[in-house]
């Protein structure tokens, strides 16, 4: 997403900055009618910048900013999780003690040891298994929550492309009706191009040798 509003703002910044190379050429001061072409391409795209920038305003405050906030709890989750993990091993250490001492003869001093294995297991069992139960019961809740959290952003983010391409498309309208030529078809537009390129063409500074 970043990157996305990256590049939106290095299209319409460069836009207005070939609107504003335009305007700069020479012959907008001799041909009034370039000029005010150029003054109108300058106006749309300017305009569509100032477009562009609240669009990327916008999903950097719902979207980009939410996402951060969002990930920002899975270190927090994988050191619950490391805990956890760290805690079964203490928990299967101790385990394995016990059981050591309950396989052996049951003398006093092995019945001493067993009981003490037992008192430092206790804790350590009761330690893992509390946080075994939260991890069970949250991080089933985290995992559906997903959605719920991102619809917003989401939403947010159609809306702010909404907006934008609903104000480009009056923008773009707008600019075609001031520089329309006589409402010459596409196929037209590239006859008369191609019989200007042919007239340059026959230029002899740009003849072929």
Do not use: W
């Amino acid at each position: 997403m970043k990157k996305s509003t990256e590049a939106d703002t290095a299209m319409s910044k460069a836009a207005v900055k070939i609107t504003g190379d335009l305007l700069s050429n020479p012959l907008c001061e001799q041909d009034q009618a370039f000029l005010e072409t150029m003054n109108a391409l300058d106006t749309a795209m300017r305009r569509m910048d100032a477009f562009n920038q609240e669009k990327v305003n916008q999903i950097q405050k719902t979207v980009i900013d939410p996402l951060k906030k969002y990930s920002s709890v899975f270190p927090s989750l994988n050191m619950a999780v490391k805990r956890r993990e760290q805690t079964l091993q203490d928990y299967k250490r101790l385990q394995a003690k016990v059981e050591k001492y309950e396989e052996k003869e049951k003398t006093g001093p092995i019945m001493v040891k067993l009981h003490q294995a037992r008192e430092e297991l206790r804790p350590v069992k009761e330690d893992f298994e509390a946080k075994n139960k939260q991890l069970l019961e949250e991080m089933p809740k985290f995992y559906h929550s997903r959605i719920d959290y991102f619809q917003p952003s989401f939403e947010a983010l159609i809306r702010a492309q909404v907006v934008y391409f609903t104000e480009m498309h009056k923008i773009f309208s707008e600019l075609t009706d001031q520089i329309d030529q006589g409402g010459l078809e596409d196929q037209q537009r590239e006859e008369q191009n191609e019989a200007k390129l042919n007239e340059l063409r026959a230029l002899s500074i740009v003849a072929d040798d």
